[in-house]
């Protein structure tokens, strides 16, 4: 889909499943319309069918397509979004009951990344998601490959043009996977000098839309794009932020998760997700007015899992509160209630950071002897001096020092 400017007709869409009970289909249909809306398109309404199984010619029984056609085609419909992932010929056989255009839950959260990404590597890592979802669909689709190339009215290119299309993506598949590996490798290099350089950092992960950006902005005055709207934000951002405890840490900001996203998707954006496996602390952000709560947690700390970041600490933190009456909501020890929009429960989300990571610093008051004044250079180098007296025996100083070097300073340690 494309973007749409105010004088632009919406699409009329219906949203269609089977629910064979396997998740919560309500919630999963509200999504998938948020993220209809979020593309650009008008929900006029949503086809459900309860079954066992999907019907494996058009997904959904003959008796619920046949409705689906009549509905479409007294509602002046232009697409049918369906809540899950459409074999080609599924598509081609929708689309010809139907005579509407026909995309599934995994194709709409593709096209909604290649509207939001900005950087050159977002661009990259959702060109490579798209190719390779579309690449085993060639054979057999419909509308959906007319409109990328097929030619208008068409219903698919023919095998030669197939074949070439085939060559062509299997070539581009190749020439993206390259590019990101050396932009991967160009991000381990990051990472690595972060670790030697004794950066510390604070990955932000959690569903979409719970207000991550928010947070930073609050937190660091980062100024990153903040909409409320699903995947507002595609490519990291890093800010500093300094703790109570003196210590300044790299505040990351990474892509929402929704759920069942698609493994093509999840495997593009590695490198960008791999942020936060690199991180040495977790913000687990949820929105706490959801009823969905619960889920939205799960959902992230699954993916977590999966890319191998399931030993990081972590720390639930749940926002919106100011849309509450009372922190109802058990979340576990390690949780923090916040509004990002308020700032209320900053002070404490601030203290559980600098509780959650590993002390690499140490805050002490010295008296270094005026001979010895050098020190406190070093000590600047190595860490902070908040303040220093000079006093008749000294320099008094309130310092923090990294504990790699903290033996070179013991001895002017004030009992």
């Known amino acids: 889909m494309t973007n749409i400017t105010e004088t632009e007709k919406l699409p009329r869409a219906v949203l269609c499943a089977v629910d064979t009970g396997e998740f919560d289909m309500d919630y999963s249909m509200d999504e998938l319309e948020s993220l209809a809306e979020t593309a650009g398109a008008e929900v006029i309404a949503h086809f459900v069918q309860k079954a066992k199984a999907f019907e494996a010619a058009t997904c959904i029984g003959t008796g619920k397509l046949a409705e689906l056609a009549e509905f479409c085609e007294n509602n002046e419909i232009d697409m049918v979004i369906f809540n899950h992932e459409l074999t080609a ?171 069942r996203l698609p493994h093509n998707l999840v495997e593009a954006f590695k490198s960008t997700l791999e942020e936060a496996i690199n991180a040495d602390l977790i913000l687990n952000v949820c929105d706490i007015t959801s009823p969905a709560v619960e889920e939205q947690i799960r959902i992230t700390k699954d993916l977590l899992a999966e890319l191998g970041g399931e030993t990081i600490p972590l720390i639930t933190v749940a926002n919106k509160c100011d849309m509450l009456r009372a922190e109802t909501v058990a979340l576990g020890e390690k949780s923090v209630f916040i509004s990002a929009k308020t700032g209320y429960g900053f002070e404490k989300l601030l203290s559980a950071i600098s509780c959650g990571l590993k002390p690499t610093v140490k805050r002490v008051k010295l008296l270094v002897p005026y001979s010895d004044a050098g020190i406190l250079s070093f000590v600047r180098n190595n860490g902070k001096v908040f303040e220093e007296t000079y006093e008749l025996d000294g320099i008094c100083a309130d310092v923090m020092i990294d504990l790699t070097v903290f033996d070179r300073i013991e001895k002017y340690i004030m009992e």
């Open 89 to 259: 010929s599924q598509m081609r056989n929708i689309e010809n009951a139907t005579d509407v255009d026909v995309i599934d839950r995994t194709t709409l959260i593709l096209d909604i990344f290649a509207q939001r990404a900005r950087s050159a590597e977002g661009r990259l890592q959702v060109e490579l998601a798209q190719l390779k979802y579309r690449l085993p669909r060639l054979s057999g689709m419909g509308r959906v490959l007319s409109r990328q190339g097929g030619g208008i009215g068409s219903r698919g290119p023919g095998e030669a043009k197939l074949e070439t299309d085939k060559r062509y993506i299997r070539g581009r598949i190749q020439k993206l996977e390259k590019q990101l590996k050396e932009l991967s490798k160009r991000r381990e290099y990051a990472h690595a000098r972060r670790k030697k350089d004794g950066v510390t950092t604070v990955a932000i992960v959690g569903y979409t839309n719970v207000g991550k950006s928010t947070l930073l902005n609050a937190l660091t005055e980062a100024g990153v794009l903040a909409e409320n709207m699903l995947f507002a934000t595609l490519d990291p951002t890093s800010r500093a932020l300094e703790l109570p405890d003196g210590r300044t840490v790299m505040l990351i900001d990474t892509v929402g998760l929704v759920s």
